[in-house]
């Protein structure tokens, strides 16, 4: 069951236009979402964090947004830079679920 | 601090064979989960291991199974290889009572090809 979902495999951005990723969740007792990036051959490596009592939660170039009535969150990265090319995923969490459900990712091509 | 560790770093299996898959976690975590990377998928949640017991397990058959030492370290054994096992595998630790709000480090994982 896929609980959390990344629409859009791939994006393509300018160098210094803002990168928008999208994710969105089904299960209604998530009240954790993290966002991960991953360059090739590591792991992937812990961006920014919101619980749901917050809307948003930003950490120098990158905001997060999190609505949780359409269960939806997205990432902002402004100004973006090449070396944000990477795969970025999603994931999910509750209270007692002691797990991450990640969605399938998003490669993010920020083009100089 | 050598963040989480994983080996091999490359594996290359035939069906039917057997594999054990090692992690160590980020100093003075104690908490270590598996997760498999299929090509173009996000990690899908394997097991949890934490005070050397597995505490959560995903929607993965008993040809998987784990261990976790009293460093903290861990296995994750995998039996009767299918092609279909062919993926990254991914270990996270974390030192948390409540994992679902701490955040997980991740190892750079191992690439599992099954023949």
């Known amino acids: 069951d896929q609980q959390v979902k990344q629409n859009s495999p791939s994006l393509s951005v300018q160098e210094g236009r803002i990168s928008i990723l999208n994710c969105d969740y089904t299960n209604s007792m998530f009240d954790y979402f993290l966002w991960y990036k991953k360059y090739p051959a590591e792991g992937p490596t812990f961006l920014i964090s919101i619980s749901s009592i917050k809307d948003k939660n930003e950490d120098g170039r990158f905001t997060v947004f999190l609505n949780k009535s359409a269960k939806h969150l997205s990432l902002h990265i402004v100004p973006s830079q090449p070396g944000d090319s990477a795969v970025y995923f999603c994931?999910?969490?509750?209270?007692?679920?002691?797990?991450?459900?990640f969605g399938s990712g998003t490669k993010l091509n920020v083009k100089p | 601090d050598a963040g989480v560790t994983q080996s091999p770093t490359h594996l290359i299996k035939t069906r039917g064979q057997q594999v054990t898959l090692r992690c160590s976690p980020k100093?003075?975590?104690?908490?270590v989960s598996w997760y498999q990377q299929a090509l173009g998928q996000g990690p899908q949640f394997i097991f949890q291991y934490y005070e050397e017991e597995e505490r959560q397990r995903g929607n993965f058959p008993d040809r998987f199974s784990g261990h976790q030492f009293p460093n903290y370290s861990s296995e994750l054994n995998v039996n009767a290889l299918l092609l279909g096992d062919s993926a990254l595998y991914l270990c996270?630790?974390?030192?948390?009572?409540?994992?679902?709000?701490?955040?997980?480090?991740f190892g750079p994982g191992t690439r599992l090809t099954v023949l």
């Open positions: 996270a630790s974390s030192l948390a009572v409540e994992i679902s709000t701490d955040t997980q480090y």
């Open positions: 100093s003075g975590h104690d908490t």
């Open positions: 994931a999910a969490s509750g209270i007692n679920f002691n797990k991450f459900y």
